[in-house]
């Protein structure tokens, strides 16, 4: 992170107390500098919605998480040391990691299957209750006692996030598991229509798991979708599209961040990344999602495509990566072509941004966000 990415900035109180937080780029509401003309086509409400096809079942692959949200306000700086005392007004819990995604597909689809591993224990029960509460099967997660679920505390007070910590101790599948989770991939594969791999580097993706998986499904003619992790040096070859943000695709091109260019299609090293990346992973798109600035489209033997953001404010970029690859999916599986899907996965990710926490949109919302 660059000295003009992390700084220090002062929030005034309502007794006029100065506060200085540190200020990151994902904590603070930002405004996008510019919209950039997106004249290649159109998508109205009608084909959104004749694209969200809600008969449709998606599986998901990845480290499901607990995402908990202590909400407070800050009024003084600690005498133990610099830093902000929260006195806390509420606290919350939602689905994280691979499991966020599952609970956005589950506003646009008919049935969301989940692969994954769990502990025992409150923070075990307490995530799969969430998902049971949302009708999302659970067949395929696996109890483990010897494994910690991954919980994740925000630390929130007025729209910013303090602190994050994280309890976790990676580990991916035993043997025994590992047979067990194919022998449940294999039971539900002809009826899905797609399958989402998401990656958070925890340990759970490993390179044979995910060749099995993905040679499996693809010869069984489905839609592959994939969230990577770079510093999970996996290859991704086969796939229907990979999903990168901006910083993970230069990393995973093995090049040096370089500063955003406006507009993104004039910015030679992020062009320069997406055709690598093409190449490396060998699927048939990259997608990268550029915060402010929307998503880029890659494809082999075809020109980048850019959709330009739809956020009108960002306030909380957690949890919108997993939006974005809900919801191009989704189109996908819906018939949409993969602009079509980009564009409808812009949309949603321009939705939740500007809401606080890991948040999901809705049908309505999403359909709303179209012109008729």
């Known amino acids: 992170m660059t000295d003009d990415e992390c700084g220090m900035t002062k929030s005034p109180n309502r007794d006029g107390f100065t506060l200085d937080f540190i200020r990151h780029p994902s904590s603070v509401i930002r405004h996008p500098s510019s919209v950039i003309p997106h004249s290649s086509f159109r998508m109205n409400r009608s084909r959104v919605a004749q694209i969200l096809n809600p008969t449709r079942r998606i599986l998901v692959i990845g480290e499901v998480m607990l995402d908990e949200f202590i909400w407070g306000k800050v009024s003084r700086i600690s005498p133990e040391a610099p830093v902000p005392v929260v006195d806390v007004i509420r606290q919350s819990f939602t689905p994280g990691g691979a499991a966020n995604v599952a609970r956005n597909l589950h506003e646009f689809v008919e049935q969301v299957h989940v692969l994954s ?7 075990s029960e307490q995530l799969r209750d969430l998902l049971k509460a949302r009708n999302i099967h659970l067949e395929g997660i696996i109890i483990d ?3 910690t679920t991954i919980r994740k505390t925000r630390v929130i007070a007025r729209n910013q996030q303090v602190v994050r910590v994280d309890r976790e101790k990676p580990r991916g599948f035993t043997p025994a598991q590992q047979a067990r989770a194919l022998e449940y991939f294999e039971s539900i594969l002809d009826s899905l ?3 989402i791999l998401e990656d958070y580097g925890k340990g759970l993706l490993q390179q044979p798991l995910v060749d099995t998986i993905i040679s499996r499904a693809r010869k069984a003619r489905k839609i592959v979708n994939v969230d990577p992790k770079p510093s999970n040096p996996i290859r991704w070859h086969d796939v229907t599209c990979v999903t990168p943000n901006r910083g993970e695709a230069f990393q995973a091109a093995g090049r040096a961040v370089t500063d955003s260019i406006d507009p993104p299609l004039e910015d030679a090293a992020l062009l320069e990344v997406g055709a690598a990346l093409l190449e490396k992973w060998r699927c048939e798109h990259v997608l990268v999602t550029l915060s402010e600035q929307g998503m880029i489209l890659f ?4 020109p980048p495509h850019h959709i330009p953001t739809r956020a009108q404010e960002v306030v909380d970029v957690s949890g919108a990566g997993d939006t974005a690859i809900a919801l191009f999916t989704t189109a996908l599986t819906g018939g949409a072509t993969p602009y079509e899907a980009a564009e409808i996965a812009n949309h949603a990710s321009g939705i939740v941004v500007a809401k606080t926490g890991t948040a999901v949109t809705s049908r309505e919302e999403l359909l709303a966000s179209f012109p008729e």
């Open 193 to 195: 229509d797609a399958v």
């Open 299 to 302: 494809a082999p033997r075809k």
């Open 145 to 147: 006692p010897d494994y």
């Open 117 to 123: 591993l769990v502990g025992t224990g409150q923070d």
